[in-house]
């Protein structure tokens, strides 16, 4: 019983994580028509560059919002836990300009902006989901 109790508990932890992903963000819809609209190596490096500026104030925008409801202890965890991230994100955008700056081809240069983007956005996802999982509170 307890270990049924404890799985719908982790479920329920992460739901918030995965429900984004039921409906497109409108981050991610804008993102979509503007590598369609210009699909060059430019057009997707402007659109991925601009998603990754969406998700950042989508971060900073959660961030305000859970300290709006939490308490000072958990606010101070919160901080902690923010620029711990951000040292992790900068060193990881690091270690991918080291990967793709080496690579052949310009494929290559919209790759590595999708997948910084993509650094943002699960950060700002998270942090969505923890506004979710406070608001039951």
Do not use: C, H
């Amino acid at each position: 019983m307890k270990a049924k109790i404890a799985t719908a508990a982790i479920l329920l932890a992460f739901s918030p994580l995965y429900a984004q992903e039921d409906a497109p963000d409108p981050i991610d819809v804008t993102l979509d028509a503007e590598m369609e609209k210009n699909p060059s190596t430019a057009g997707m490096v402007g659109a991925a560059s601009a998603a990754l500026e969406a998700w950042e104030k989508d971060i900073q925008f959660s961030l305000d919002e859970l300290k709006k409801t939490m308490s000072p202890e958990e606010i101070d965890v919160l901080v902690v836990s923010q620029k711990a991230w951000e040292v992790f994100a900068s060193t990881e955008l690091d270690t991918q300009s080291e990967i793709f700056g080496k690579m052949e081809g310009t494929m290559w240069i919209p790759v590595s902006a999708v997948n910084s983007m993509k650094l943002y956005k699960e950060r700002a996802l998270r942090l969505r989901g923890y506004l979710q999982i406070l608001s039951e509170r």
